[in-house]
């Protein structure tokens, strides 16, 4: 898994996905990372860029030999077909990426994604070899409802059922209200969500599992929020977004990214 970078144990340790969404050409995408890179070496924080289609051979070849491991924002469930404009998780694989982005907030919300089609895209990627990020979310409506939990169960158990315990993948608790707004969730309400989703991991998987899955916080996260976030005991990183799309700003992320558990 994840070609020649080393997962090791993926015993909690702390990772930053940075997401650039549909930004950067793939010249940008070799640009960035030659800024990135030197302002990053030797931090503790893996590292994973998630950028768009194009860009994923560019991101991958400056990437090499470096820490540093690059993915896609998606994927079709199907190995190959007749889909015109869908792409296929060995096609990803073949452009460089390791892992990719599965039920991001806007593919559920702008572009209708079900909970069984991004539950097909998981098996797809495991079967491929590729890590998926199982992003999961409640909207600011169903918090108010009080339907958070149950929103984030079902997205749990429908997104992993039949997935084998052996298997690898994140999942990223990113509140759909959070994201792109500048509202960030509380230390308190991160962990307390973090701690329900591994509830619920355990409630699939078993404790021993459910204690192994890193778990990401994603929504607004910045360079003066990020430490006092992932100190939190089941939060085991952050997804950015906006704040990735500059070297500098994400750079600062993942530098401050580095606080013990409390």
Same mark, same amino acid.
């Given at each position: 898994?994840?070609?020649?970078?080393?997962?090791?144990?993926?015993?909690? =340790? !702390?990772?930053?996905?940075?997401?650039?969404?549909?930004?950067?050409?793939? @010249? $940008? /995408?070799?640009?960035?990372?030659?800024? +990135?890179?030197?302002?990053?070496?030797?931090?503790?924080?893996?590292?994973?860029?998630?950028?768009?289609?194009?860009?994923?051979?560019?991101?991958?070849?400056?990437?090499?030999?470096?820490?540093?491991?690059?993915?896609?924002?998606?994927?079709?469930?199907?190995?190959?077909?007749?889909?015109?404009?869908?792409?296929?998780?060995?096609?990803?694989?073949?452009?460089?990426?390791?892992?990719?982005?599965?039920?991001?907030?806007?593919?559920?919300?702008?572009?209708?994604?079900?909970?069984?089609?991004?539950?097909?895209?998981?098996?797809?990627?495991?079967?491929? =070899? !590729?890590?998926?990020?199982?992003?999961?979310?409640?909207?600011?409506?169903? @918090? $108010? /409802?009080?339907?958070?939990?149950?929103? +984030?169960?079902?997205?749990?158990?429908k997104g992993l059922e039949g997935v084998p315990e052996e298997s690898q993948f994140f999942v990223a608790y990113e509140p759909v209200w959070a994201i792109g707004t500048g509202k960030t969730a509380t230390p308190k309400m991160a962990q307390d969500a973090h701690a329900f989703c591994r509830d619920c991991l355990e409630e699939i998987f078993g404790k021993k599992k459910a204690a192994q899955v890193p778990l990401l916080y994603g929504g607004s996260v910045k360079s003066d929020n990020?430490?006092?976030?992932?100190?939190?005991?089941?939060?085991?990183?952050?997804?950015?977004?906006?704040?990735?799309?500059?070297?500098?700003?994400?750079?600062?992320?993942?530098?401050?990214?580095?606080? $013990?558990?409390?």
């Amino acid at each position: 898994m994840l070609g020649s970078k080393n997962l090791g144990s993926m015993n909690r =340790d !702390l990772f930053v996905v940075g997401n650039w969404k549909m930004y950067k050409t793939a @010249r $940008e /995408a070799a640009a960035y990372l030659e800024e +990135l890179l030197p302002m990053v070496e030797g931090a503790r924080p893996k590292i994973m860029l998630a950028v768009p289609y194009t860009s994923i051979s560019s991101a991958a070849k400056a990437a090499k030999g470096t820490e540093v491991w690059i993915g896609a924002q998606n994927m079709s469930d199907a190995k190959e077909g007749a889909f015109t404009g869908e792409i296929a998780a060995l096609m990803l694989k073949e452009a460089g990426a390791s892992f990719v982005l599965l039920g991001h907030s806007e593919r559920r919300h702008t572009f209708g994604e079900t909970n069984e089609l991004i539950h097909r895209k998981v098996i797809r990627a495991l079967q491929d =070899d !590729l890590l998926p990020i199982l992003c999961i979310g409640e909207t600011a409506s169903l @918090r $108010e /409802a009080g339907h958070a939990e149950q929103v +984030l169960r079902e997205q749990l158990k429908k997104g992993l059922e039949g997935v084998p315990e052996e298997s690898q993948f994140f999942v990223a608790y990113e509140p759909v209200w959070a994201i792109g707004t500048g509202k960030t969730a509380t230390p308190k309400m991160a962990q307390d969500a973090h701690a329900f989703c591994r509830d619920c991991l355990e409630e699939i998987f078993g404790k021993k599992k459910a204690a192994q899955v890193p778990l990401l916080y994603g929504g607004s996260v910045k360079s003066d929020n990020v430490a006092e976030l992932v100190k939190q005991k089941d939060i085991d990183g952050v997804l950015v977004g906006g704040a990735s799309l500059e070297p500098t700003h994400f750079a600062a992320i993942v530098n401050h990214c580095k606080k $013990e558990k409390s």
